[in-house]
């Protein structure tokens, strides 16, 4: 069984850092771009960072351009959300994919029970 597992979640005050970790288990993802999203309380869901497989290209939302960094760790089968400088508004539960397609929220992606980031003021 394929499973997405995220964790590193938590509170923090802002300005602070927090790493976050998505194990995946079941398969070899080293060939999936994968990738982190958020949905804050009452909003949609939103991509955060999106890393692809075959290029190690790296891509961000403004919104956390310069403060968040997304790598990935194929030995281990796991990837990594760091998270610096944090603010009020990145306050969500934070969401793992994996997907053969370019876009995370194609049909067929796997996806974790995400993971609650809440940065006080």
């Known amino acids: 069984q394929v499973q997405l597992v995220e964790s590193g979640g938590g509170l923090v005050q802002a300005g602070g850092s927090l790493r976050l970790s998505c194990a995946a288990s079941?398969?070899?993802?080293?060939?999936?771009?994968m990738g982190w999203f958020r949905q804050a309380p009452g909003k949609e869901r939103e991509f955060v960072a999106r890393y692809m497989w075959i290029s190690g290209t790296t891509y961000y939302a403004d919104s956390v351009k310069g403060r968040f960094t997304i790598s990935r760790d194929s030995a281990k089968n796991t990837l990594y959300l760091q998270m610096n400088n944090l603010k009020p508004e990145d306050t969500a539960v934070y969401y793992c994919?994996?997907?053969?397609?370019?876009?995370?929220?194609?049909?067929?992606?796997?996806w974790g029970k995400g993971t609650l980031v809440t940065v006080s003021s």
């Open positions: 079941g398969r070899t993802f080293s060939t999936y771009n």
């Open positions: 994919a994996a997907s053969r397609s370019a876009s995370l929220e194609a049909s067929g992606s796997y």
